[in-house]
């Protein structure tokens, strides 16, 4: 849960956590509401690592992990 500058509260979940430390969020896109979430998380529970992985980290990842893990974005 997030609040909004105009104080109301609004949902975001990252969309994964890794080894209970960080939460990773996949996006090939990114949307002003998005990144204004994104700001908002990080403000609002600054202990909280948040990881960003856009589309070029993406490609990155699945260059090294598709041949290796079974239904890669099936």
């Known amino acids: 849960m997030i609040k909004l500058p105009n104080g109301i509260k609004a949902t975001y979940t990252p969309d994964f956590l890794v080894d209970n430390k960080e939460w990773h969020e996949v996006k090939g896109w990114k949307g002003r509401s998005k990144i ?19 589309k070029n980290n993406y490609k990155k990842i699945e260059r090294l992990y598709k041949f290796i893990i079974p239904n890669w974005e099936f």
Do not use: A, C, G
């Open 36 to 54: 204004r979430k994104w700001e908002l998380f990080q403000k609002q529970y600054p202990t909280q690592k948040l990881v960003l992985i856009d």
